[in-house]
């Protein structure tokens, strides 16, 4: 009996909805800024990293859609850089600072073969955007400077932000998005499909 083995790289159809994405979230990355300047107001320094784990949540997405190696890193990036256009205060800097972030999310997809998407994975993907975007932060803003306590104070911030803002609302921005229908013809589509079938008893074959 032969044996189908799953395609792991990447489709046309799938970057281009990766690439989707990662433009559509681009502007509400900007608009979050926003809320950092409001969290700041009200928290200090820490203010940042209590919110910072949404501006992980496009990689997060897709690789929960995808499910395959680069997605994670993919979508962040172009999310990263089509806020470039938009005006943003960072400027080119969002090329590496995109990178960084998706690729902190992609190394826990990885860690896992591709094969593991459940929410306590998707948090810690969330968690490893947090830890690699702290470490940059670091070298790039001077974090060395500051007081050891609210350093501690800050990384524990980002990780339980990359977990909440980052992992379990992408979890529930792509399921929400699975349950109309228009994820059918990816992983998470054919799992919500399956999820249906079952739920209505139903012994029907569920296509790949």
Do not use: H
Not at 135 to 143: D, I, P
Request: aromatic share 12%; proline share 5%.
């Amino acid at each position: 009996m032969a044996v189908v083995r799953e395609r792991r790289t990447l489709t046309l159809k799938e970057i281009v909805v990766m690439s989707a994405l990662g433009v559509a979230f681009a502007p509400l990355y900007m608009a979050w800024i926003q809320v950092w300047g409001l969290a700041t107001g009200l928290l200090g320094p820490v203010g940042m990293d209590v919110i910072f784990g949404f501006w992980f949540v496009a990689s997060i997405i897709c690789a929960y859609i995808i499910r395959k190696p680069g997605a994670a890193l993919y979508s962040e990036w172009i999310a990263a850089i089509a806020q470039i256009p938009l005006g943003s205060p960072s400027g080119a800097w969002l090329i590496l600072t995109g990178f960084v972030q998706g690729l902190g999310a992609e190394l826990v997809f990885w860690l896992t073969g591709y094969r593991r998407f459940g929410l306590p994975v998707l948090m810690a993907a969330g968690m490893g955007a947090a830890v690699l975007s702290f470490a940059y932060n670091w070298v790039r803003l001077g974090y060395g400077s500051l007081a050891p306590g609210l350093l501690v104070t800050m990384f524990v911030a980002r990780l339980l932000s990359g977990a909440v803002l980052g992992g379990v609302l992408g979890k529930l921005i792509a399921d929400g998005l699975a349950a109309t229908g228009v994820l059918s013809s990816f992983p998470l589509g054919r799992e919500w499909r399956l999820r249906k079938a079952r739920g209505r008893g139903g012994d029907a074959p569920i296509r790949p």
